[in-house]
């Protein structure tokens, strides 16, 4: 079945370490995997994202690694800030349709940054 | 560029009554589009994928006749909450992705309806 699972659910890191979430996904064919952050009541944002021919990107202190192998994917944020605190998920594409493959997401990491 | 709109941001109803969300591409066609459902501290979770000038495809579990969504032109999605019920209350929330970027594009969210049903 179609399925992205995420970890893990909380995450509390001294402000300047690093922070990691992990995810795995079920469908071998995914070739999409985007990361979003999301403030409370607020729409998700997309923070990067990579594709299956990409082992690795990097934007900033943000970088994201994928395992097509293993079917995992994580992220990883460096010398972590205040503002880095907020709920993250992971997604993947799972193939629908022709001219949109439909995002399932992963079930979210609160990452909160102590001062 | 690529701005989903979505409208109202937030609203209250009675039970039984029928609430009426809309999404809105700006600045992009969107054959498709997607509505996702969130309830309070948990995932995004995908209800129905919107096609344009055709059938929604609902994810499994969620009740078309319920949650009736219609995709009448290349930039307007609506999904109706008929006869709501106070357990229908979350946060819905609707994307597209701009055509001609292939498969497995980011989605681009409209800044979702907070739904209080009474």
């Known amino acids: ?115 | 560029g690529a701005v989903v709109s979505q409208h109202p941001s937030w609203v209250i109803c009675k039970s039984g009554t029928s609430v009426k969300i809309e999404c809105r591409s700006l600045d992009f066609q969107a054959t498709t589009m997607f509505w996702y459902r969130q309830f309070p501290k948990q995932s995004l979770m995908l209800m129905a994928t919107s096609n344009e000038g055709s059938k929604a495809t609902y994810e499994q579990g969620v009740e078309k006749d319920k949650f009736l969504i219609n995709h009448a032109s290349l930039t307007l999605s609506t999904l109706t909450v008929t006869s709501a019920h106070p357990e229908d209350s979350s946060f819905y929330i609707c994307s597209a992705t701009p055509p001609g970027q292939g498969m497995g594009s980011p989605l681009h969210f409209g800044n979702g309806t907070r739904l209080t049903v009474t």
């Open chain 1, 1 to 115: 079945g179609e399925n992205v699972e995420q970890h893990p659910s909380t995450l509390s890191v001294q402000e300047g370490d690093s922070a990691v979430i992990k995810c795995t996904y079920s469908d071998s064919a995914s070739n999409y995997f985007p990361w979003y952050k999301q403030e409370l009541g607020k729409r998700p944002q997309l923070i990067i994202d990579i594709r299956s021919n990409v082992g690795e990107k990097k934007d900033q202190r943000i970088a994201v690694t994928l395992n097509k192998t293993a079917k995992h994917f994580s992220l990883h944020i460096t010398e972590t800030q205040p503002e880095d605190s907020a709920v993250y998920f992971c997604a993947a594409t799972f193939s629908a349709y022709s001219s949109a493959s439909k995002i399932i997401f992963g079930s979210g990491t609160r990452l909160s940054i102590r001062p």
